[in-house]
């Protein structure tokens, strides 16, 4: 099975920053696109960034400049380096990866479990 788990989450005042990562383990033969959602309370997922397995990425208008999406094809890892916080930017946030498990199996995407960040004085 394929298990995606999230770190790097916390309080963080405004201005401040944090670094996500999501290890992708496993039964992995090739990892397409990951992504970072995130959740707030009383609203819906939204996707913050994405990044493809040649490093093209996207970003939400509300986080570009600030955020910054990479990943690590050796490591099979994915972080978000998120800079300048606002208290806008609470919420769960949430590693997505489309991952091929086997060479016969087509791709499927999973979830990691999420991390809480909180942006507060």
């Known amino acids: 099975q394929v298990q995606l788990t999230e770190s790097g989450g916390g309080l963080v005042q405004p201005g401040g920053s944090l670094r996500l990562s999501c290890v992708v383990s496993?039964?992995?033969?090739?990892?397409?696109?990951m992504d970072w959602y995130r959740q707030a309370p009383g609203k819906e997922r939204e996707l913050v960034s994405s990044i493809t397995k040649s490093g093209i990425t996207g970003y939400a208008d509300s986080v570009k400049g600030r955020f910054t999406i990479s990943r690590d094809n050796v490591k099979n890892t994915v972080y978000l380096q998120m800079n300048s916080l606002k208290p806008e930017d609470t919420a769960v946030y949430y590693c997505n990866s489309e991952v091929q498990a086997t060479p016969l199996l087509v791709t499927v995407r999973y979830w990691g479990q999420g991390t809480q960040v909180t942006v507060s004085s």
């Open positions: 496993g039964r992995i033969f090739n990892i397409n696109n």
